[in-house]
């Protein structure tokens, strides 16, 4: 299944990994691009010398291309700089102001790699083309974790229409049917997250991968509650708790915050400083502003999504899934979701083309 891009990456079918944190490791990434489609590894949740040494499993796993997810403008400076490094094929990112994007893409394009910019918000996508982004990724309202608040039905067309490059669905996207609906919809493939991190390479506790096969399309809910600014997350005991929960959490957010600080091997100024350039920049892909309070909120929701994803518990931490999820019904392998999406797509664009014609 050729588009531009398969063309861009070298792929051989339009789908591509989500970078999500703690659910992407070095395993999933590379049983993605092995499936022909586009591993992507989420950069945050690691140190500069834990990126690296994860790159290069990566790269003992898999010999086709595959990328990093970087979350701009959180401290990503250090973790930039082993991706250029390294020579990652393809670099995503996400968030960040165009002092910080447009170094990026320099350094990525003078070594020959390509830049995915991701975004939700038409302006966001002109200005990725302008600084230079090989593609967008457009995250539609279905998506997990943070999104704008256009669907993707509108969005997607949107977008393709306002620039040149080549545009990657993201959020509501599991099987041949989103694949088909995105190439309709004029996108040039999709990024699929919580249906590839509910396959078998995933290395994933059974029991959140059941909590995904259980819930249906309903079970998600979206709200700034879960780390500070609209976030789509499974509805579940610990989700309701902080729904209910006012007031600002301040002995939760500093617990939170020793722990992110040693988790990523940051002193008590890298931290500082992160949070400082954080407080009152454009927080999530779909816009708005982080305050002191949705900092804390921030800390305390990747605790918790820890919690879900590295601990295995998905009734006291929380997981962010799209509503995709009632779409998901099975724990297959990478590679039997990667061929049963592209044959599915390619019997409905058949089937369509057939109709027309007719």
Known sequence: MKTRMTELFGIKYPIMLAGMNWLTTPKLVAAV??????????????????????????????????????????????????????????????????????????????????????????????????????????????????SGNVGALVLVPQVVEAVKVPCIGAGGYADGKGLAAALALGAEGISMGTRLACTREAEVADAVK??????????????????????????????????????????????????????????????????????GQEAGIGGGKRSLGSLMRFAIGARLFRTATVGGDPVNGILMVGQTVGRIKDIPTVQEVIDRTVAEAQQILKKMNSQIAG
């Not at 003992?60 to 291309?65: A, E, L, R, V």
């Not at 893409?105 to 918000?121: D, R």
């Not at 096969?213 to 499974?234: H, M, Q, S, W, Y």
């Open 33 to 146: 691009s092995d499936a022909g489609a586009l591993g992507v590894l989420a950069g945050a949740q690691y140190n500069p010398d834990s990126l690296r040494k994860a790159i290069n499993e990566i790269r003992q796993m898999t010999k086709n291309p595959f990328g990093v997810n970087l979350t701009l403008g959180v401290g990503s400076g250090p973790l930039a700089k082993v991706v250029i490094e390294e020579k990652v094929p393809v670099v995503n990112y996400s968030l960040g102001r165009p002092p910080e994007i447009q170094p990026l893409i320099q350094a990525v394009h003078a070594y020959g790699g390509k830049i995915i910019g991701t975004i939700a918000l038409v302006r966001h996508a002109q200005r990725s083309e302008q600084l230079g982004a090989d593609a967008l990724v457009i995250t539609g309202y279905e998506a997990a974790s943070h």
């Open 210 to 279: 059941q909590a995904w096969v259980k819930a249906t399309e309903e079970d998600t809910i979206i709200d700034p509650a879960f780390d500070g600014i609209n976030c789509r997350v499974l509805r579940n005991k610990k989700a309701e708790e902080l729904l209910q929960k006012k007031g600002m959490p301040l002995a939760d957010a500093m617990s939170a915050g020793m722990l992110m600080k040693k988790e990523l091997d940051m002193g008590w100024g890298q931290l500082i400083t992160t949070a400082r350039k954080m407080k």
